[in-house]
Structure formats: structure tokens, C-alpha cells
């Protein structure tokens, strides 16, 4: 009798482990990275002569686990895709490069490290800057699981990019995931405005505006976000 007490306590101490470990293992999963974007401005360029793109540029004054950094990322549409594609990010932050890289697994997006000097990303009030001292070369990539779907390969020439934010103050929590890599989710609680986008690009004999004024790619500004990204396996 005291020996099946035993055997009854034991496997009852047993369930009850299963049953610990089993709730806290999804939160040991989870790796939760915290960051703070106090400069961000995104437009569309269409210019003739060269691919259709998006940019956005953002500077980080702190992570709580990468550290500050200035970005800038660059999508291209795709026509058949109907659909804007990141085709490279550039960053001046190392520990970065791993961080971006599990937003764009499994598309052959490029993650590209450069020096502090080569890119440089800031705010003065309601106007965000952004220049770069290098050639952002892009080369061609091949998307979908037959490749079927060809970016083109181009370089975006030193240059920089001004925008200048206007009208009332905009505030918004946007939660977002990739269907494609569902591991990750990122919240971006932000203030921001509209914008007028300047692109100076001396090589393409190019100053003037660019951007979009109405509709999801409308030329925009963040000057202050909290963004809360989650990763789970």
C-alpha cells in the first residue's frame, strides 16, 4: 500500500512539472527587443530612368539590446508581384545585421553593414535628414520558390534626402507580422506628420521633390516611436 502511496505521489509530482514546463516554455521562446526611432521618413521615388522604390530612413537613439543606429532600407515594385519587395537595408549598427535578418528570412534580401560615416540619419524639429556618403548598390535578385519573380540590379548614388513635416500632428499603435515568416510581430506606437520629401542626387542630375501625397505610400515622418518587436520559434 505505501509503495503505490509513493509510486501515485511520484508520477502526480510528474504531471505537475509537464504542466509547469509546458506553460513557461513558449515564454522562454520568446525573445522581446525594445527600441526607440526618434527620426524616420518614408517616400516613393518614380523617376524616369530608373527602377520604382521606396525609402525610408530612420535613426534609433537606443535599443535595449542592439544599440543605436541609423538605417536605411530600400524596397522596389514589383509589377507582377503587385506588391513592394525590401530588396536591401543598410545599417551602421553590427549587432543590426542579425536583427534584420530575421525580418527578411526567407527572401534574399540584402543585409549590408557600413561605416558611421557612410550613412547618416537625423531630426531638427519637424525635419528629418538623411545623407549618404557611399554608392547604395543593389544587385539583382530572383523571389519566389522558382525565382521566377527578377528585381533589377541598380545603385543609388551619394545623395541625401530631406523632408520637411507639415500640418497636425498624427498619432497611431500599428501591429504587424509577414504572412510568409510568421515568427514575428512588431508593434510601432508613434507621433508623426505628413511630409514633403527633397531627393538630392547630384549624379542623376536630380534635386526636386519626390513622394506621394495621398494613399499607404504617402510621404511621411515619425518623430518619436516605441517599437516593440517579438520573436518566437
Not at 1 to 18: P, Q, R
Not at 50 to 75: E, K, N, T, Y
Not at 105 to 125: F, H, L, N, S
Request: aromatic letters at 12%.
Amino acid at each position: 500500500m505505501k509503495k503505490n502511496s509513493v509510486l501515485g505521489t511520484v508520477v502526480a509530482v510528474f504531471l505537475i512539472v509537464l504542466v509547469l514546463a509546458s506553460s513557461v516554455a513558449p515564454a522562454l521562446a520568446e525573445t522581446i527587443i525594445i527600441s526607440h526611432q526618434n527620426a524616420q521618413g518614408q517616400a516613393v521615388v518614380d523617376i524616369a530612368g530608373h527602377p520604382r522604390m521606396r525609402l525610408s530612413v530612420s535613426h534609433f537613439d537606443w535599443d535595449q539590446s542592439i544599440g543605436a543606429r541609423d538605417v536605411i532600407q530600400i524596397w522596389v515594385w514589383h509589377t507582377l508581384a503587385n506588391k513592394w519587395l525590401p530588396v536591401e537595408y543598410f545599417t551602421d549598427n553590427s549587432q543590426a545585421v542579425g536583427y534584420y535578418q530575421k525580418f527578411t528570412v526567407p527572401y534574399p534580401t540584402i543585409i549590408a553593414e557600413v561605416d558611421k560615416c557612410d550613412i547618416q540619419v537625423g531630426r531638427i524639429g519637424k525635419t528629418v535628414f538623411a545623407y549618404w556618403t557611399i554608392p547604395l548598390v543593389v544587385p539583382e535578385e530572383k523571389w519566389g520558390p522558382t525565382g521566377a519573380l527578377v528585381t533589377p540590379a541598380f545603385t543609388i548614388p551619394a545623395g541625401g534626402l530631406a523632408f520637411k513635416g507639415y500640418g497636425d500632428v498624427q498619432t497611431s499603435i500599428v501591429t504587424q507580422s509577414d504572412p510568409i515568416y510568421p515568427y514575428w510581430t512588431q508593434t510601432i506606437d508613434s507621433t508623426g506628420y505628413c511630409a514633403h520629401a527633397t531627393l538630392i542626387c547630384p549624379k542623376w542630375h536630380y534635386w526636386g521633390p519626390i513622394g506621394e501625397s495621398t494613399g499607404p505610400d504617402a510621404t511621411s515622418i515619425r518623430t518619436d516611436a516605441l517599437v516593440t518587436t517579438t520573436f518566437s520559434s
